[in-house]
């Protein structure tokens, strides 16, 4: 520890939670790692309530719309590049949590309850805007890297429909954008409306994404503990987004992969990483908010080959594809990758959308 101890790492945890004003079930995570086959993301849906996944390829030139009523311009693109969106339907109605597209970005969207109150003070200025639905299919249909994101956001070419939230109700999120090189960027919304674009790479602490609060104030809580300790004994085991957020970066700070294992063995190691951190078991309490939820779908997926896992953790059933396979469709396709998976399948069947 540094000058810190477990006392005082949950007296931190409770003022953090006080400023933030946390109320409600919120977690999910990412880790974004460089491997010798490639940079590789891990994420995780996590809610109170069982989710689903679908996932949604969109091939390059489908006419693309999004709904902004609040804004003067709502967002108007022709798909760019391919992508493969993983989408949520069962309690977010259509929303896109997570994608990547032909050129080894992905895009992942997580809950920020404290950058709800902000939602108020953030002003329209007259980019295009994009509801949090279609947010990260416009990204990965849109850009080829993490530099062309930030600067296309920088110079005004689109914006985020923060005050329509989800289907009329606010909600506080944030996203970030992690492409093949390593390259990292995290958008939050902050302070009196000002979105703040944290940059960095899979060796700095953008590798790890969680919950809140914003990310100011999980660096000081990481600074709390000394993540050179291998032993790891004041490492907190709560499933808080704090702790959640610095088990991940413990964890990955630590792992080595080797260049001669297989890509099924590195995949096996980077799930075992994230899963010692990041994993949320059902029924446990997370103590900032008395809340409980739970890991319910989990997807690791390789920026390089293209290999495409996902993991029901409520039946512990899983399956999978690669992204090149679905290189040659003309048309929008939907898989039910839960559904089928249940189902005893391995490999995912593409069909029409739904």
Known sequence: MKNANLKKISALVIALASVAGLSQAQACSRITLDTPHGVSTVRSLDWGT????????????IERSTQAPSYKRAMQWTTKYHSIA??????FHGVASDAINSQGLGTSLLYM????????????????????????????????????????????????AWAD????????LHFSVHDRSG???????????????????VQSDMRVMANAPL????????????????????VPSSISSLDRNLRGLFNTSHVKFDGNKSWAQTRGKLLSTYNAGNLVPQDLIDPVNGETYATWTQFVYNHQNGDFLLTDYDTRMQIGYNFNDTLS???????????????GETQVTWGTCK
Request: glycine share 8%; hydrophobic share 35%.
């Open 183 to 201: 390259d990292i960027a995290l958008f939050q919304l902050n302070e009196g409306g000002k979105v703040v674009v944290h940059r960095g790479d």
């Open 86 to 91: 993983q989408m949520e339907w069962d309690v």
């Open 113 to 160: 309850a404290d950058s709800a109150p902000y939602i108020k003070d953030y002003k329209d200025n007259g980019a295009p805007a994009v509801s949090f639905l279609d947010l990260v299919s416009y990204i990965n249909e849109t850009y080829a890297n993490v530099d062309e994101v930030v600067n296309a956001f920088e110079a005004n070419e689109f914006q985020v």
């Open 329 to 343: 469709f003309t048309e929008t396709r939907c898989a039910n990758t839960l559904e089928q998976a249940n189902a």
């Open 165 to 172: 939230g989800l289907h009329g109700v606010q909600h506080g």
């Open 215 to 234: 990310q100011q104030h999980h660096r000081e809580y990481v600074n709390q503990v000394d993540l050179n300790n291998l032993e790891a004994k004041s």
């Open 50 to 61: 069982q989710l689903g996944n679908i996932s949604q390829v969109n091939p390059v030139g």
